[in-house]
């Protein structure tokens, strides 16, 4: 045994005697922090102590850990296992379940959620504020973007909205003032029932509005399967495909029920640093609408740790249209944003 954990097991053992009710991190470099274990998620773990409220470790950073309370286990692979925690030797756990013991090294480990968690504790997100004046055009414009994730033993769930409205003004030659607005909102909730492992079901509702498309509404339907290629301590890296039931209406038209093809993937690196990057595509096909019909929507976000929760981040919006019902609706609309933001 390395002298390091040597003495951090030595340590581990008498802090656990001093301190019988709190949980024990001991540190690769040897120090120990007492506390209450709230949760790993994201390659970071929540611990609440006495003297500095509730902190956040890298998991990398943790050598040694032992809890007596229970605690649900999640690994790479999807496996998950019930119990109390305990390190006998560096980045290795044991988990301590009613029946029977589990050994799993750090470097599989994921989430770790208490079992009394309530609904809002395993939940993260973001909430971004931008905002654009533009004096040499008199351009104005404002945006909102929110998502909400939850994770929990066999459901999981996401909500996410997103608002921007553009205000231009215009002088003619004669001296005549014209104001011309663009508005574009969404929102979309998702569930997801696990399947066991790195699979799941998908069930989907989004609501659409885009007036530099011409689109007044677009209601959309999903059911869908999807695969986690990679959940670690930093990537969650998945694929999906299903089905999609399309309303739509643009200005001018009648409405427009079609089925649509769904094919996306998601990406969200979380441990890079300072830096969290988020991305979403999703595309929707349809061959049997005339002339056939291909719909793109990426969504991406990279925000910067400022200090705290707080942070600065690039949004990027992009929606694509092969075909819109509307003929003189534009196919393309694109949005970068700069924002500040929290994070939780």
């Known amino acids: 045994m390395k002298p390091v954990v040597a003495f951090g097991v030595l340590t581990l053992v008498m802090a656990s005697i001093a301190n019988a009710q709190q949980d024990t991190v001991i540190l690769r470099s040897g120090n120990p922090v007492l506390g209450e274990v709230e949760y790993l998620r994201r390659g970071s773990l929540a611990l609440d102590t006495e003297e500095m409220d509730v902190v956040q470790i890298d998991w990398e950073e943790i050598a040694l850990l032992t809890s007596r309370s229970f605690h649900e286990v999640i690994l790479v692979s999807g496996e998950k296992y019930f119990g109390s925690l305990v390190s006998a030797d560096t980045g290795v756990l044991v988990i301590a379940g009613a029946a029977r013991s589990d050994t799993v090294p750090f470097s599989q480990v994921v989430q770790i959620e208490p079992i009394e968690t309530s609904f809002w504790a395993r939940t993260n997100g973001f909430i971004d504020i931008g905002s654009n004046i533009t004096r040499a055009n008199s351009l104005k414009s404002i945006l909102i973007k929110g998502r909400i994730d939850y994770r929990g033993t066999k459901w999981g769930g996401n909500l996410r909205g997103e608002a921007y409205g553009q205000r231009q003004q215009s002088v003619s030659a004669e001296g005549d003032t014209t104001t011309q607005t663009t508005s574009r909102a969404s929102a979309s909730l998702s569930v997801n029932r696990f399947l066991g492992g790195v699979w799941s079901v998908v069930g989907q509702g989004d609501v659409e509005q885009n007036q530099e498309l011409e689109l007044d509404l677009r209601l959309l339907g999903v059911l869908a399967g999807a695969y986690q290629i990679i959940r670690n301590q930093g990537i969650e890296f998945s694929v999906g495909a299903g089905l ?62 400022v200090f705290g929760d707080f942070t600065l981040g690039l949004n990027i919006t992009e929606r694509f249209d092969s075909n819109p019902p509307s003929a003189t609706a534009s196919k393309r609309d694109y949005q970068y944003n700069l924002s500040v933001g929290w994070s939780w």
């Open 244 to 305: 999609a039931g399309n309303h739509e209406q643009f200005v001018g038209e009648q409405d427009n029920n079609s089925v649509e093809a769904i094919v996306g993937a998601g990406f969200d690196a979380f441990d890079a640093g300072d830096i969290a990057i988020f991305t979403s595509l999703l595309t929707y096909s349809n061959p049997f609408e005339d002339g056939g019909r291909f719909r793109v929507n990426f969504d991406g976000r990279v925000a910067w740790d």
